[in-house]
């Protein structure tokens, strides 16, 4: 062994021993360490980005994931299909429902305030039902990749939920009885909110504050597809 590689200790002690990683098929499998709450506030952009990015990786290695957005409606740059959900229907393992609409709660965009009040409140029950269909499966087993949420997930995250609660349209409450709700082997990822979610400290694993530092938007650049849908 020359001098300039590391001893063979090091390279076993490696993810992998020292291969380079090699996509596989994926198949239906069950993780063996989930069961954390994750939490992604912040006025950074990045949040749901974030969250998406736990749901590929989750999914790519064959668990389940549902993705539940709440008050996910956009600006007139925005396009009605993003980029995400098109990927998310290519990619096994992993679905999504969106119960948000045109515009955004408190922006005097011209969108009826009841209507998102209403909608955040669907999510809420929508939120509560999957969490019933999570405790009812066997989370230490596989599930089809092709099966409906209602037969369970590994992974479920509630994009949005916590701008739902800083604006008032479910309360804090509500939110940390979700997450009494959770089945012990399910990982439950919380996002949204530029206020810091104190109510939360204690209930969660793992809290992210994604904080903004320079953005384009201060300086008039609009959405661009791609990048923020």
């Known amino acids: 062994m020359s001098e300039d590689q590391p001893p063979e200790s090091a390279i076993a002690d490696t993810p992998g021993g020292g291969r380079s990683p090699e996509a596989e098929p994926i198949e239906a499998a069950a993780p063996e360490e989930f069961g954390l709450v994750q939490v992604w506030w ?42 995400e959900y098109n990927a998310i229907a290519a990619l096994p393992g992993i679905s999504y429902e969106n119960l948000g609409h045109y515009g955004w709660h408190g922006m005097a965009d011209g969108t ?89 400290s204690a209930a969660a694993d793992l809290i992210t504050n994604v904080r903004k530092v320079k953005h384009p938007i201060d300086d008039g650049q609009r959405a661009r597809q791609g990048t923020e849908f």
């Open 42 to 83: 912040g006025d950074g952009k990045g949040k749901t980005t974030a969250t998406l990015g736990l749901g590929m990786r989750a999914a790519g290695h064959g668990y389940r994931v549902h993705l539940l957005q709440f008050m996910k409606g956009g600006a007139s740059s925005v396009d009605a299909v993003r980029g």
């Open 112 to 200: 009826d305030e009841a209507d998102h009040e209403a909608e955040a409140q669907a999510g809420l029950e929508r939120a509560q039902e999957l969490l019933a269909a999570a405790r009812g499966a066997d989370l230490d087993e596989p599930i089809p990749l092709d099966a409906a949420p209602e037969a369970g997930m590994h992974m479920l995250v509630l994009d949005e939920v916590l701008y739902a609660a800083d604006r008032g349209l479910v309360s804090e409450t509500d939110v940390l009885d979700l997450i009494d709700a959770k089945p012990d082997g399910l990982e439950l990822v919380l996002s949204g909110s530029h206020t810091e979610p104190d109510y939360l």
